[in-house]
């Protein structure tokens, strides 16, 4: 009996597929779209007589977009709460001072044989200018 290893590609598209609910929208986009109304039309009913029509459209609108913000952000795989969250992570609970400071990757591999070189070195020339003393005697 023979294995077959074959493998099937999925284009990036289907696998972000998402199924539609209502006007096209998935069922995230569909229920915060419906808390951003309901938001919307209680800050509408409550300030309109005392706001004035101008203010509480502007408040409604503010009112409204973070709802929105929750179902329709999305950016690199995360929806809006999870960059919020990596967000105030990163710049508020981590401070740390990063450095740049650069290495040298094959000096770090290379030491143990480079002292070694040097070493061998250092007794080589030792000798060199013992001979060569000795040399100096002599003539």
């Known amino acids: 009996m023979m294995k077959s290893n074959f493998e ?5 598209e289907i696998r972000d597929y998402t199924e539609s609910i209502f006007f ?4 995230r986009q569909s229920i915060f779209s419906i808390l951003a109304c309901v938001v919307a039309s209680i800050l509408y009913f409550s ?3 005392l706001l004035g029509m101008e203010i509480t459209s502007w408040l409604c609108m503010i009112g409204a977009a973070p709802f929105a913000a929750l179902g329709f952000i999305r950016f690199q795989g995360m929806y809006a709460e999870k960059i919020l969250q ?3 992570h990163s710049l508020l609970l981590s401070h740390t001072d990063l450095l740049n400071k650069p290495f040298n990757l094959y000096e770090i591999l290379l030491q143990p044989h480079i ?12 000798k060199l200018r013992k001979n060569q003393k000795i040399k100096q005697r002599k003539d």
Not at 8 to 12: D, E, L, S, T, V
Not at 24 to 27: A, K, P, R, V, Y
Not at 116 to 123: A, L, M, Y
């Open 115 to 126: 002292n070694e070189v040097r070493k061998e070195s250092i007794s080589h020339d030792k």
């Open 47 to 49: 300030f309109s007589s």
């Open 8 to 12: 099937i590609k999925i284009n990036k």
């Open 24 to 27: 096209g929208l998935s069922m």
């Open 86 to 88: 990596t967000a105030i």
